[in-house]
T-cell receptor, first 111, second 114 residues
Framework: SQQGEEDPQALSIQEGENATMNCSYK?????LQWYRQNSGRGLVHLIL?????REKHSGRLRVTLDTSKKSSSLLITASRAADTASYFC???????????FGQGTRLTINP | KAGVTQTPRYLIKTRGQQVTLSCSPI?????VSWYQQTPGQGLQFLFE???????NKGNFPGRFSGRQFSNSRSEMNVSTLELGDSALYLC?????????????FGSGTRLTVV
């Protein structure tokens, strides 16, 4: 299966702390994307990193990609209560017209 | 601009019935993908349509089908519903196929089969 794996499955931190989530995948990719989902609603696209990129930033988000290890990480700095959600990585594999999603990390920010 | 619109938001059906879900993508987006989300299996790819053609299909039985119209709106149909079809069905639109850009998701249709 191409499906990625994320860890941890759940993460609980205090407001203001940084949160790091990891994603691993098995086969070569064109790009890797991160999404957020609040309480069973639709997913919101956060950031896309292409296979020839190593790091991208968007506001408080920092994504890294290591294609040699087939892994990515999402860092959320200075977390807020509103960041409480599930976070999913999704991979676009070469020649495939689809995104393959990981199982997600449930992030809880405690006030 | 308007986002991705999925209708209906909630649906309760009885085993054996069939159901049709609708998705209107962002204007100008020609690719529509469908996903099934359940607590046990996570997000599973159903199919992707681009310019009215199914480009890719996931590992679901033939009871799951879809189509796309010339205005890029898409429908998916599930026939002979089973209890296990209870899920959140999400559609996503993108300008092109091959997942080259981030997807824009709708709010989903929550289907409950009783």
């Amino acid at each position: 299966s191409q499906q990625g794996e994320e860890d941890p499955q759940a993460l609980s931190i205090q407001e203001g702390e940084n949160a790091t989530m990891n994603c691993s995948y098995k086969t070569s990719i064109n790009n890797l994307q991160w999404y957020r989902q609040n309480s069973g609603r639709g997913l919101v696209h956060l950031i896309l990193i292409r296979s020839n990129e190593r790091e991208k930033h968007s506001g408080r988000l920092r994504v890294t990609l290591d294609t040699s290890k087939k892994s990515s990480s999402l860092l959320i700095t200075a977390s807020r209560a509103a960041d409480t959600a599930s976070y999913f990585c999704a991979t676009a594999h070469q020649g495939a017209q689809k995104l393959v999603f990981g199982q997600g990390t449930r992030l809880t920010i405690n006030p | 601009k308007a986002g991705v619109t999925q209708t209906p938001r909630y649906l309760i059906k009885t085993r054996g019935q069939q159901v049709t879900l609708s998705c209107s993508p962002i204007s100008g987006h020609r690719s529509v993908s469908w996903y099934q989300q359940t607590p046990g299996q996570g997000l599973q790819f159903l199919f992707e349509y681009f310019s009215e053609t199914q480009r890719n299909k996931g590992n679901f039985p033939g009871r799951f089908s879809g189509r796309q119209f010339s205005n890029s709106r898409s429908e998916m149909n599930v026939s002979t519903l089973e209890l296990g079809d209870s899920a959140l069905y999400l559609c996503a639109s993108s300008p092109t196929t091959l997942a080259e850009y981030g997807y824009t998701f709708g709010s989903g249709t929550r289907l409950t089969v009783v």
